[in-house]
Antibody, heavy 118, light 113 residues
């Protein structure tokens, strides 16, 4: 089983930046495509981005394209989400999850809360 | 984008009774090359991350009780809890991972009557 631990969330002003990290353990991280999924307070799940196992392919929701960047470092078993030009509507718990195109998300982290507010 | 529409938004079922959640996709999520539906069901309890219950529309994830089952193909899918237990109180989401942008249904809140 894979364990995932997110970090990097916090309070940021509109227009600001944050970088989220997700460290994986337990299974071979480099064998898995990975995703970020978010959940605004009291709302449903929204897929944000995913990256192939090698990092060679990335995909984004239209709502974040051009502002959020997914990346990974397989040597460090770590997934990242660089978040720039943040907006209040980006406020959410951000979950790191295994999975990608035609690959189910079997493993999820506990999430990290990002709050965008002045 | 593939829109996932779940129904009902909520339902209350007596302990031991059947609960049924429906999910409809705006486009087929059946991949003709392998005849698999890229449709998953997740359970999310309060203040917890989602938990994978079902993938490929009908394959139960390891460790998931057999009272949970999934069915359907193409655009119409169902999650059934055959005998509702107290620990099944949660919000249930369907999710297509056939093509990006991946999308989730709006969620169905299952409660005890």
């Amino acid at each position: 089983e894979m364990q995932l631990l997110e970090s990097g969330g916090g309070l940021v002003q509109p227009g600001g930046s944050l970088r989220l990290s997700c460290v994986a353990s337990g299974l071979s991280f480099s064998n898995f495509a990975m995703s970020w999924v978010r959940q605004a307070p009291g709302k449903g799940l929204e897929w944000v981005s995913c990256i192939s196992y090698s990092g060679g392919s990335t995909y984004y929701a239209d709502s974040v394209k051009g502002r959020l960047t997914i990346s990974r470092d397989n040597s460090k078993n770590t997934l990242y989400l660089q978040m720039n030009s943040l907006r209040p509507e980006d406020t959410a718990v951000y979950y790191c999850a295994s999975g990608g195109v035609k690959a189910r998300s079997a493993y999820w982290g506990q999430g990290t809360l990002v709050t965008v507010s002045s | 984008d593939i829109v996932m529409t779940q129904s009902p938004d909520s339902l209350a079922v007596s302990l031991g009774e059947r609960a049924t959640v429906n999910c409809k996709s705006s486009q087929s999520v059946l991949y003709s090359s392998n005849n698999k539906n890229y449709l998953a069901w997740y359970q999310q309890k309060a203040r917890q991350p989602p938990k994978l219950l079902i993938y490929w529309a009908s394959t139960r994830e390891s460790g998931v009780p057999d009272r949970f089952s999934g069915s359907g193909s193409g655009t119409d899918f169902t999650l059934t809890i055959s005998s509702l237990q107290a620990e099944d109180v949660a919000v249930y989401y369907c999710h297509q991972y056939y093509s990006t942008p991946f999308t989730f249904g709006g969620g169905t809140k299952v409660e005890i009557k």
